[in-house]
Nanobody, 129 residues
Framework: QVHLVESGGGSVQAGESLRLSCEVS????????????LGWFRQAPGKEREGLAS????????HYADSVKGRFTISLDRPKNTLYLEMSSLKTEDTAAYYC??????????????????RGQGTQVTVSS
């Protein structure tokens, strides 16, 4: 069973940085034939869910939404089973609940940004001016 737990959210001023972490369990990194799509998305009250960043665990595919490109960085620490989202130059419009998400990668996919089969409980990020 895949289990995702986010942490690292909080309240910051515009222009500051935050790093979100997502502890991942239930994925078998050791089987080279099994690959996963991993990512982050957010949802603000009254707004649609927005995919932010994604990566393929076995290939060099990384994608970012235009709204965060150049400011957010996704990374994976396999020994720690932790997915990160480094966020810099935060803006008030980045205020939202942030979720990590994962699913098994289908053959031929590059793991585009979005919401996958599994997701965590979310962590709140609030950016004030």
């Amino acid at each position: 069973q895949v289990h995702l737990v986010e942490s690292g959210g909080g309240s910051v001023q515009a222009g500051e940085s935050l790093r979100l972490s997502c502890e991942v369990s239930g994925l078998d990194w050791t089987r080279y034939v099994t690959r996963y799509c991993l990512g982050w998305f957010r949802q603000a009250p009254g707004k649609e869910r927005e995919g932010l960043a994604s990566m393929h665990s076995g290939k060099d595919f990384i994608h970012y939404a235009d709204s965060v490109k150049g400011r957010f960085t996704i990374s994976l620490d396999r020994p720690k089973n932790t997915l990160y989202l480094e966020m810099s130059s935060l803006k008030t419009e980045d205020t939202a609940a942030y979720y990590c998400t994962a699913q098994r990668a289908h053959q031929g996919t590059s793991c585009p940004v979005g919401s996958y089969n599994f997701r965590g409980q979310g962590t709140q990020v609030t950016v004030s001016s």
